[in-house]
């Protein structure tokens, strides 16, 4: 009979109940961090009277205005100039003071200028590309740690339910388990590995909150293979 995500004894329903609750905290937190707003934050500057505050989630970037209330001219200006930049761009949308970038088809339109302009090469281009690369490996490997989860915690609840999983192999759950918090933290590691070098960006709350969702991930694997079940 299959382990379900409790260890050797189907019935220990406290220690499933730890590693469920360890497992549903690292899926709540991996699913924040995949569509979170903020896993690299650039330090914020000041033209004119706005104040501007980037963060980059992984898909996008994130460009926060705040206006100086005693610069209002300036801050109309600002306002008007990327307003105009988000109609005449299918990349960029301005929305009260907040202007995101879709960063897939910013690079794809920054590589298509290049080419049009008769260049092989281009700064821009380049960050761009490897932004582009980070996100979205670190967002698939992040997917399968959330994928893992579920997994998990549906071999411990469909028997529950009354659906037989007898035919699954003994460590199917426990290999699962594992992989839920190991393949969390490797997305965090990708993404930061395939980030482009240099820029004053740091490590914004979206990340954080991914990396405690690895740990406790980890922690239910490690509370499922090691924590004998009559001591709890």
């Known amino acids: ?8 004894i189907v019935d220990s329903s406290m ?15 991996g699913m924040l961090g995949q569509f979170g707003s903020s896993w690299l934050t650039e330090t914020d500057s000041e033209t004119e009277g706005v104040e501007e505050e980037q963060n980059f989630g992984l898909r996008a970037q994130y ?26 761009t299918d990349y960029m949308e301005y929305d ?50 959330t ?30 388990t594992w992989s839920a918090g190991i393949l969390t933290g490797l997305a965090v590691l990708i993404w930061y590995v395939l980030l482009p070098e240099g820029g004053d960006a740091s490590a914004g709350l979206s990340v954080w909150l991914t990396v405690t969702g ?3 991930g980890i922690g239910a694997g490690a ?4 924590i004998p079940t009559d001591e709890l």
Do not use: R
Not at 15 to 29: F, M, Q
Not at 65 to 80: F, I, L, R
Not at 101 to 121: F, L, P, Q
Not at 147 to 169: E, H, K, R, W
């Open 96 to 145: 009260d003071g907040v202007i995101t970038i879709d960063t897939g088809e910013y690079h794809d339109e920054c590589v298509k200028n290049m080419e049009d302009s008769g260049n092989t090469s281009d700064e821009l281009c380049d960050t761009l590309g490897e932004l582009v690369a980070a996100g979205t490996w670190g967002g698939i490997t992040l997917w399968m740690g």
């Open 63 to 88: 460009t926060e205005m705040t206006c100086d209330k005693d610069m209002e001219a300036a801050c109309e200006m600002t306002n008007s100039m990327y307003q105009a930049a988000a109609n005449t």
């Open 214 to 216: 690895a740990l406790l």
């Open 147 to 176: 994928l893992a989860c579920i997994v998990c915690l549906l071999v411990f609840y469909l028997p529950m339910l009354g659906v037989d999983l007898d035919s699954l192999p003994d460590n199917v759950a426990e290999v699962m």
């Open 223 to 226: 509370s499922n293979t090691f």
């Open 15 to 29: 220690k499933g109940y730890l590693v469920t609750g360890l497992l549903g905290l690292c899926l709540l937190l």
């Open 1 to 8: 009979m299959i382990h379900a995500c409790i260890g050797e």
